[in-house]
């Protein structure tokens, strides 16, 4: 696959999933722009793995949760780089908690990042892409969204938003050759889902047909898929990976 044209913007893209998408993206010849909030070493480590591959890539640090500083550090990656071509909208954070008892203070934080952040950062990045007449956006929604979980309203309620964003982007955007896909991950491994207890972890993976968790490069194959011309004719869709568990 050769992506030596495209320029992309992977939003969390320090860590876990967005890592994977940020590497692989790079090894395929795009030009990666690794984004991250707080753990700078982490991207350091990200945007290293990819030249020492031969690929090229930089950091930049942005909280996608706060509306000025992500339009602030795209216009200047767009003065920097002139188009961003590739965009995936990966950042997310999870926040769970029962109904009754959720504050909403959690509630505007999980949809500040996880569904607002993708709004915001893609309006920022399409104004390239409508100049350039083509680009992919990529949104990392979660099977949650599709299915419901208990213990997490907040952020099933941005995943599910997230599949309605990519079909409304996908349809104002086709005439200008932008295409907006979503990829729903299952359960896969990453610091986020270390986060859950051990009964947690073994409740999820009986729901797996596949029997395993999935890995961060497994959901980092769909993106690299979704970014490629390999899906030209592919918008408005959301390709769900996760080992069969919300089928
Ligand atoms: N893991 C799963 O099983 C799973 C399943 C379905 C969907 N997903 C989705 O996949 C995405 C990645 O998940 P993950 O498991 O890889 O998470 P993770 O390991 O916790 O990594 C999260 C990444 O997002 C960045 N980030 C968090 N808040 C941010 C913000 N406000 N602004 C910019 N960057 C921010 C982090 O940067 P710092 O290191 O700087 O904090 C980090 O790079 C999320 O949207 C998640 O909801 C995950």
């Not at 495209?6 to 010849?29: F, H, P, Q, W, Y």
């Not at 500083?69 to 909208?89: D, G, H, P």
């Not at 986020?192 to 497994?218: S, V």
Request: glycine letters at 10%; charged letters at 20%; aromatic letters at 4%.
């Amino acid at each position: 696959m050769n992506l030596n044209q495209e320029i992309a913007l992977v939003t969390g893209g320090s860590r876990g999933i967005g890592k994977a998408c940020s590497v692989a993206l790079g090894k395929a010849g795009a030009e990666v722009l690794v984004n991250y909030v707080s753990n700078a070493t982490a991207a350091e480590e990200t945007a290293h793995a990819i030249t020492q591959a031969g690929g090229r890539a930089s950091t930049v640090r942005f909280d996608v949760g706060n509306v000025e500083q992500t339009q602030t550090a795209i216009e200047q990656l767009l003065k920097e780089k002139k188009k961003i071509s590739v965009l995936v909208n990966n950042a997310g954070i999870t926040r769970d908690g029962l109904l009754m008892r959720y504050s909403l203070e959690d509630w505007d934080q999980v949809l500040a990042t996880n569904l607002r952040g993708s709004f915001v950062t893609s309006q920022a990045v399409v104004r390239s892409m409508m100049k350039e007449r083509r680009g992919s956006i990529i949104h990392i929604s979660s099977i949650v969204g599709l299915t419901g979980n208990p213990g997490q309203a907040a952020y099933c309620a941005a995943k599910a938003g997230l599949i309605g964003l990519a079909k409304s982007m996908a349809r104002e955007l086709a005439s200008r050759n932008i295409r907006v896909n979503a990829v729903a991950p299952g359960f896969i491994d990453t610091d986020m889902t270390h986060e859950l207890t051990e009964d947690q972890q073994k409740a999820i993976l009986q729901a797996i047909p596949l029997g395993r968790t999935g890995k961060p490069e497994e959901i980092a194959n769909a993106v690299l898929y979704l970014a490629s011309p390999m899906s030209e004719y592919v918008t408005g869709q959301v390709l769900v990976v996760d080992g069969g568990m919300g089928m």
